[in-house]
């Protein structure tokens, strides 16, 4: 992958200082899946905490009808809000919508389980009373909640950390005129960093209005990595069909939404064939492979089944630590550099099975059978893949997911060249965050990867599950991953 130049970055301060608001950092910005994601979490954890003290208060004792109360109410509360979109940043924004748009949720809820709780024929009395405990507590603990988080977005937002950091391709009169509109619209969802054009000044001028050209179209995917951009606008005239191909082609392996400006366009569509910022219409092209919602839920799926994973696992964890220090001398545990989401460097966590002088930490040399490096206790652990428990931990610090593309060592390479060398494309497997297991783990193509085929089809794999994702296609490869460690072909 070719380098950023140097000077992007210092352009890009340049340009900041030249903007109405300010341009966070790349280093600085705020996940909007992560604060969606903390919503989520806290209301299930409000509404679960709220009715477990009110039970306790009313009744002193659980019963069944209890405990699968207080495991269906968080669940149907989120997905009533989820279903009415109270779970974006926009809508998070204002904490009285929020406010009663909880104490909604929660007395369909609560009054729906109070309703059944009656036709079943139990004592209301006793009922009603926990129930008005149970909403009185959950709503006043959202509610607070809701006022902070309305309070922290808004100050996220005036230093420039929450919205969609956005290039520009283009330039000349469209992109002038399209970035007018913009201006126009009052959005405040989305922040311009720059242009990118590959004619010269004198066809393309090197400012646009308030924003200055970073780059030629060869800097693109370098820049959007580096400086995390979320959406990249196409303002090139529809004539130029040539040129827009080759911008696609070098993006679609990038976690970034693209639009093509239909500003002006002789092409006429339904309006639901668009999408817009402010009043301004846009002709989708690629979307990231999860939304906002998509991404927190599979963060909170994570973090929970990765804790109690590990605390489940935590004798087998220690059993197998003490039998690696046992065997040879060194540490149980050892960091190898892949690549993890967006291609940034991750250190992933995993039990050593080689001699302390002999680990390979960037993968420059595949393990093969009855390879001299690994240890005794090594072999047995590659073989039934417990060396890659300890990813949990990179799980919980979410460098790493359950299930997602394997993460695979820098310099690893296939038939003697190295991966991004062999498959075409390769890069876009990185477009989501990588996972322990995967889809192509559970059908087969795991283990050594010395021939171009075995990396081809793995990679063909990842895309598969990056195109086809869902939170059931997760739960299904998890379900299907310890079939496929007895019954595959494991590492050596």
Not at 3 to 12: C, D, F, I, K, Q
Not at 137 to 157: D, E, F, K, N, P
Not at 195 to 204: C, M
Not at 420 to 430: I, K, L, P
Request: hydrophobic letters at 50%; one cysteine or more; proline letters at 4%.
């Amino acid at each position: 992958m070719r380098a950023a130049p140097a000077s992007l970055s210092s352009v890009s301060a340049g340009v900041v200082s030249s903007m109405r608001s300010p341009v966070a950092p790349a280093a600085r910005l705020v996940s909007q899946p992560a604060v969606i994601a903390f919503v989520l979490a806290f209301d299930v954890a409000a509404i679960l905490i709220a009715g477990v003290a009110s039970r306790l208060r009313a009744y002193e004792a659980f019963d069944f009808s209890a405990a699968l109360a207080l495991l269906v109410a968080p669940a149907c509360v989120a997905l009533i809000l989820k279903s009415r979109w109270f779970y974006t940043i926009a809508s998070l924004g204002s904490a009285v919508h929020q406010i009663l748009a909880a104490g909604v949720a929660l007395v369909a809820v609560l009054g729906g389980l109070l309703l059944a709780h009656v036709l079943l024929g139990a004592d209301i009395v006793p009922a009603r009373a926990w129930a008005l405990q149970w909403l009185a507590g959950a709503w006043a603990m959202i509610a607070v909640s809701r006022l902070a988080v309305s309070r922290l977005l808004a100050g996220w937002t005036r230093a420039g950390r929450l919205a969609r950091r956005t290039v520009i391709v283009g330039g000349g009169k469209p992109t002038f005129d399209l970035i007018e509109r913009l201006d126009r619209s009052g959005s405040s969802a989305i922040q311009i960093l720059g242009i990118f054009d590959d004619r010269d000044k004198y066809r393309s001028p090197e400012q646009v209005g308030r924003y200055a050209k970073l780059g030629k179209f060869e800097d693109l995917e370098a820049f959007c990595r580096e400086q995390r951009v979320d959406l990249l606008i196409i303002a090139l005239p529809t004539v130029a069909e040539e040129r827009i191909l080759h911008v696609l082609k070098m993006l679609w392996v990038l976690p970034i939404d693209v639009r093509i400006a239909a500003l002006g366009s002789k092409l006429k569509l339904r309006s639901r064939a668009y999408n817009y910022i402010g009043d301004v219409p846009f002709l989708p092209v690629f979307d990231k492979p999860m939304n906002d919602w998509s991404v927190a839920l599979k963060a909170i799926e994570d973090r929970l089944i990765a804790a109690l994973g590990l605390i489940v696992l935590s004798p087998l964890l220690a059993l197998i630590a003490v039998a690696v220090k046992l065997d040879s001398r060194g540490p149980a545990l050892f960091r190898q550099q892949r690549y993890g989401f967006n291609n940034e460097a991750i250190g992933v966590y995993k039990f050593r099975s080689m001699y302390v002088d002999q680990c390979d930490a960037n993968a420059t040399r595949l393990v093969t059978r009855g390879d001299p490096r690994v240890t005794r206790v090594g072999a047995f652990i590659r073989k039934t893949s417990l060396d890659e428990l300890p990813q949990l931990f990179n799980v919980l610090k979410g460098e790493l997911s359950l299930v997602g593309p394997r993460p695979h060592a820098m310099q690893a390479k296939a038939d003697g060249r190295i991966y991004d060398e062999v498959v075409e494309g390769y890069f876009a497997r990185h477009k989501v965050k990588p996972g322990i297991t995967g889809w192509a783990q559970v059908n087969g193509w795991r283990g050594e990867t010395d021939t171009l085929e075995k990396i081809e089809q793995r990679v063909a794999h990842d895309i598969h599950y990056i195109e086809n994702w869902s939170m059931w296609l997760d739960l299904r490869i998890l379900f299907l991953t310890p079939w496929s460690l007895v019954t595959g072909k494991n590492a050596f």
